[in-house]
């Protein structure tokens, strides 16, 4: 993984490419989030915010986060972006080949952004006690399971965290959720490739994967639908962030 030099135009983006923009939540001030999100968002994304009874600022954060990238692609003001929903629930911009995913864990986000290509980005920060085998048995397809018992322990919840990302990014660029089934959504990684399958009814060679251990604690994941070969350059988003509103 490497970040893109800042004399690049950050919003320029190819079909080509896939931009994934990281924010890191824990370095940033509380009062500038709560003024920013009060200029740039709607009363809606305002009112579900105070529904939170953990990670309010958090998610206001990454609303902030939404608006100021796309409206930087779209050239538009970020508090006049209007999003719409797919029947499912993913959001979505009319009138435009800027598509996105947004996902959070904690207190990191990831937002992924392509040109006109269907995308699915999921990040997970590793939680603590966590029974990777007995979630496995129930979500996971049989071939999942079995391969995680024949690992050592202290690899298991690492490669646990690499199956669920990438189930996770899947059914988000599906647009459809968990309600797929994470069992129907399978994955091999033991001959260091990711080999995909499916009992949807998909066509898997469009179907591209990436994933990145982001740090100790932290993994993230990748789907594109697109059978061509694909860029992907990280950006920093923590300055659109400490920008005034």
């Given at each position: 993984?490497?970040?893109?030099?800042?004399?690049?135009?950050?919003?320029?983006?190819?079909?080509?490419?896939?931009?994934?923009?990281?924010?890191?939540?824990?370095?940033?001030?509380?009062?500038?989030?709560?003024?920013?999100?009060?200029?740039?968002?709607?009363?809606?994304?305002?009112?579900?915010?105070?529904?939170?009874?953990?990670?309010?600022?958090?998610?206001?954060?990454?609303?902030?986060?939404?608006?100021?990238?796309?409206?930087?692609?779209?050239?538009?003001?970020?508090?006049?972006l209007?999003?719409?929903?797919h029947?499912?629930?993913?959001?979505?911009?009319?009138?435009?080949?800027?598509?996105?995913?947004?996902?959070?864990?904690?207190?990191?986000?990831?937002?992924?952004?392509?040109?006109?290509?269907?995308?699915?980005?999921?990040?997970?920060?590793?939680?603590?006690?966590?029974?990777?085998?007995?979630?496995?048995?129930?979500?996971?397809?049989d071939?999942?399971?079995?391969?995680?018992?024949?690992?050592?322990?202290?690899?298991?919840?690492?490669?646990?965290?690499?199956?669920?990302?990438?189930?996770?990014?899947?059914?988000?660029?599906?647009?459809?959720?968990?309600?797929?089934?994470?069992?129907?959504?399978?994955?091999?990684?033991?001959?260091?490739?990711?080999?995909?399958?499916?009992?949807?009814?998909?066509?898997?060679?469009?179907?591209?994967?990436?994933?990145?251990?982001?740090?100790?604690?932290?993994?993230?994941?990748?789907?594109?639908?697109?059978?061509?070969?694909?860029?992907?350059?990280?950006?920093?988003?923590?300055?659109?962030?400490?920008?005034?509103?």
């Amino acid at each position: 993984m490497a970040n893109i030099s800042d004399s690049v135009n950050p919003f320029n983006i190819k079909r080509h490419e896939i931009h994934l923009w990281r924010l890191d939540m824990r370095q940033l001030d509380q009062e500038s989030i709560e003024n920013t999100a009060g200029a740039l968002c709607t009363a809606a994304e305002l009112a579900r915010a105070q529904r939170f009874v953990r990670g309010r600022l958090e998610h206001l954060a990454t609303r902030i986060l939404l608006r100021r990238v796309l409206a930087n692609y779209l050239g538009q003001s970020p508090s006049a972006l209007e999003f719409a929903q797919h029947p499912k629930g993913k959001p979505y911009l009319a009138d435009t080949n800027i598509l996105f995913n947004l996902s959070h864990s904690a207190q990191e986000a990831l937002l992924g952004v392509s040109h006109g290509l269907n995308i699915g980005v999921d990040i997970e920060q590793n939680k603590s006690r966590l029974n990777a085998l007995e979630l496995a048995t129930h979500f996971f397809a049989d071939h999942e399971t079995h391969w995680l018992q024949r690992l050592e322990p202290e690899d298991q919840e690492r490669q646990f965290y690499r199956l669920w990302t990438l189930k996770e990014a899947m059914l988000k660029a599906l647009g459809t959720g968990i309600a797929s089934g994470l069992d129907n959504i399978s994955f091999q990684l033991d001959q260091g490739a990711i080999i995909f399958s499916t009992t949807l009814p998909l066509d898997t060679s469009n179907w591209q994967f990436f994933q990145w251990q982001l740090d100790s604690g932290t993994q993230a994941a990748l789907a594109v639908e697109s059978p061509a070969p694909l860029q992907i350059l990280w950006r920093n988003a923590q300055g659109l962030l400490e920008e005034s509103a």
